[in-house]
C-alpha cells in the first residue's frame, strides 16, 4: 500500500465515523493540548526547503 492509499483509507473511515460528542471532544482536548495539536499542525503543513549534502 503507497502512502497515498494509505492517506485515502484512513481519510475514508474517518470520514465515515460518527460525530462526536461534547463530552468526547473535551476528553480528547485534554489527552491532546493545544499547543501539541498546533505544533502537529506546523510541521505537517511547514515547506521543506531544497536538500542540500555535505561537503
Do not use: F, Q
Not at 38 to 51: F, I, K, L, N, Y
Amino acid at each position: 500500500m503507497t502512502a497515498e492509499e494509505r492517506r485515502a483509507y484512513i481519510r475514508r473511515i474517518v470520514d465515515a465515523a460518527p460525530p462526536l460528542s461534547a463530552e468526547d471532544a473535551d476528553a480528547l482536548r485534554v489527552l491532546l493540548p493545544l499547543g501539541a495539536r498546533v505544533a502537529a499542525e506546523r510541521t505537517r503543513h511547514r515547506p521543506r526547503g531544497p536538500r542540500t549534502t555535505a561537503a
